[in-house]
Nanobody, 115 residues
Framework: QVQLVESGGGLVQAGGSLRLSCATS????????VGWFRQAPGKEREFVAR???????NYAESAKGRFTISRDNAKNMVWLQMNSLKPEDTAVYYC?????????WGQGTQVTVSS
């Protein structure tokens, strides 16, 4: 079992930056890949970025070059550094973990980017 708690969301102007954190608990965290997803009002949840056990990363096209996902297994932490934010990045951001599918989800943190 893995518990996930996101933090770091907030209101930022376009062009600004935010760093989202995902604190995890559970001794098997290091065995899981971790991802960030987001859901904007009236839209389906979408993939943003993921990181594997060994640190390999993948990004949605919308995130490439602007967002960076990282993890520290010793600290049971995952981060999403978001730079050059755009109004269309406004959404609730979720951290998720799993060994195959993403079975464990946090409660989400709101990110609002004003124009």
């Amino acid at each position: 079992q893995v518990q996930l708690v996101e933090s770091g969301g907030g209101l930022v102007q376009a062009g600004g930056s935010l760093r989202l954190s995902c604190a995890t608990s559970g001794r098997t965290f290091s065995n899981y890949r971790v991802g960030w997803f987001r859901q904007a009002p009236g839209k389906e949840r979408e993939f943003v970025a993921r990181i594997t056990l060994t640190g390999s990363t993948n990004y949605a096209e919308s995130a490439k070059g602007r967002f960076t996902i990282s993890r520290d297994n010793a600290k049971n932490m995952v981060w999403l550094q978001m730079n050059s934010l755009k109004p269309e990045d406004t959404a609730v951001y979720y951290c998720a973990a799993g060994s195959g599918t993403f079975d464990y989800w946090g409660q989400g943190t709101q990110v609002t980017v004003s124009s």
